[in-house]
């Protein structure tokens, strides 16, 4: 949570943090960290999975016994923590993309700024729009 506020907000931290994600999704980095977070969706369905199974058995008895009641509170929680695990991990995935885009854009716009700009030849048709207003 404190990664995904710091690049949120412009810091001398952020251009750190952002230079240590960048390093680790060079080179085979982005292959292994789309691999971990797949296992983790793939545990975080089976955990779900689970956690349904559970319910079903409550529903058919009608009642839950204490050993499923530990059981599906224990699931929920691995659950939760991992949901929000992975939403973390998805946003600071993206927001460093977006940190990256913006910081090179503002670098295009600086250097077209620089450029001189050609002039503007008018037709006669654009000069007459021109001159009428």
Do not use: C, W
């Not at 404190?2 to 060079?26: C, G, H, M, Q």
């Not at 058995?57 to 839950?64: K, M, T």
């Amino acid at each position: 949570m404190a990664l995904v506020l710091v690049l949120l907000f412009n810091s001398p931290l952020r251009k750190l943090v952002i230079k240590i994600l960048d390093k680790i999704t060079e080179g085979k980095g982005h292959v292994v960290s789309k691999t971990v977070l797949g296992t983790l969706f793939v545990v975080f369905i089976s955990i779900t999975y689970n956690v349904t199974e559970i319910q079903k058995r409550s529903l058919e008895s009608g009642v839950l016994n204490p050993t499923d009641e530990v059981l599906m509170a224990n699931r929920v929680l691995e659950a939760s923590l991992l949901g929000f695990g992975i939403f973390l991990a998805l946003v600071t995935y993206r927001l460093n993309y977006y940190m990256k885009e913006l910081e090179s854009r503002r670098r295009k716009e600086a250097a077209g700024e620089m450029k001189p700009k050609p002039d503007l030849k008018l037709d006669d048709h654009q000069k007459k729009a021109i001159s009428s207003t």
